[in-house]
């Protein structure tokens, strides 16, 4: 659902915002777990937790989200209207190869991109 929707060439910004959170949060009500991959937890959590190998609950929670709401912020830029914003993916996604991470990590800065 979430990896399938895009934004049409005459979705408004904040339409294609409230429909994605839709989807989001109709993907988590049906128990999918979008973005929460072992691989992206263990990243946050070697930048969070105090001991990484072995997190507290809060930090493995806290893990989790910061994991989730990356994921969502680059699928949100990802699925914009290439037709407006393919230049500013072409950027980011550049600078990214050049060693810079200009990637969103939240969906509301990914919102603010647009």
């Known amino acids: 659902m979430i990896f399938a929707f895009r934004q049409g060439k005459h979705m408004l910004n904040h339409a294609y915002y409230e429909k994605f959170k839709d989807n989001i949060m109709t993907a988590d009500c ?6 929460v991959h072992e691989k ?7 930048e969070i937790a105090i001991d990484p190998r072995q ?3 809060n930090e493995l ?10 994921y969502l912020a680059v699928c ?3 699925n ?5 914003y393919g230049a500013l993916i072409r950027d980011i996604e550049n600078e990214h190869t050049r060693g810079t991470n200009s990637y969103p990590e939240t969906l509301t800065a990914a919102y603010d991109y647009l």
């Open 30 to 35: 049906l128990g999918g777990k979008i973005g």
């Open 40 to 46: 992206r937890i263990n990243k946050v959590l070697n």
């Open 55 to 57: 997190p507290n609950d």
């Open 61 to 70: 929670v806290r893990a989790k989200a910061i994991a989730k709401d990356k």
């Open 80 to 84: 914009s209207d290439r037709r407006r």
């Open 76 to 78: 949100f830029i990802m």
